[in-house]
């Protein structure tokens, strides 16, 4: 039903973004490499030719002659707003190292996305959280916001040099937390699903750029909070 092929990339370990190698060609199964990160093109019957999934993957090893595949991020679902590229590695690592902070408030954190926010200058990330509480009926009461605000500078700590510098220089503006209601991310599933995505199929983004999923979330906001210093250049 499909045939598949693997598009050689580099990793720039600085930003974790990728680039297609100088004159790489697809190569077949057989042809991957341990170690290689490579983007999952396909052909099927149906008519697609090399399409790009937009899958990035890593040759992990070998069981026996077949290639054992750890997915490692969407391509191309980056935030930036001057030479700043932050992946969707980049982000979760942010937002894991962020999280951390909930635990004392006993709340975890159900799903996250984010997009930039260029309506002022400078502009500046959004990342959208959605959580619950460890306990009870999972409804969120009390956010202190002193410790969600150093969420935001958390996540500020742990993203690119090239962003942090940017931040320094004020040519980016202090990242923002927008807090959402419970289910939240139901309800854009529910909004994708209604323009023609597979609910079977569907799977969260990590950064939306679709004017309606934003006004979607937005409408559905309980808290904003904001990073509330620079992250430091070298981290």
């Not at 290689?36 to 099927?44: G, H, K, N």
């Not at 190292?97 to 709340?107: C, V």
């Not at 980016?172 to 289910?183: N, P, R, W, Y």
Request: net charge neutral; aromatic share 12%; proline share 3%.
């Amino acid at each position: 039903m499909a045939y598949f092929e693997f598009l050689p990339v580099e990793k720039d370990g600085a930003t974790m973004s990728e680039q297609i190698q100088f004159n790489a060609r697809p190569l077949d199964l057989v042809n991957v490499k341990p170690g290689q990160y490579y983007e999952l093109l396909v052909t099927t019957y149906g008519g697609l030719y090399q399409y790009k999934v937009g899958d990035i993957l890593k040759v992990i090893g070998f069981h026996n002659n077949t290639p054992r595949f750890q997915f490692i991020e969407r391509q191309n679902v980056i935030l930036s707003i001057e030479s700043d590229k932050t992946s969707e590695l980049d982000l979760l690592n942010a937002v894991n190292e962020a999280k951390t902070l909930l635990d004392p408030l006993g709340f975890i954190l159900r799903w996250y996305t984010s997009h930039v926010d260029a309506s002022s200058i400078p502009g500046h990330y959004v990342v959208f959280w959605e959580l619950k509480a460890k306990e009870g009926n999972g409804n969120i009461v009390g956010l202190d916001r002193t410790i969600m605000a150093e969420c935001c500078s958390r996540m500020e700590e742990s993203l690119g040099f090239i962003y942090r510098l940017y931040r320094k220089e004020n040519a980016i503006a202090a990242l923002e937390m927008k807090v959402l209601k419970q289910g939240s991310f139901e309800a854009l599933m529910d909004y994708y699903v209604s323009q023609g995505a597979s609910l079977s199929q569907y799977k969260g983004s990590s950064c939306i750029k679709s004017k309606e999923a934003i006004k979607i979330l937005d409408s559905r906001v309980m808290a904003r909070f904001f990073s509330p210093k620079k992250p430091k250049e070298f981290g």
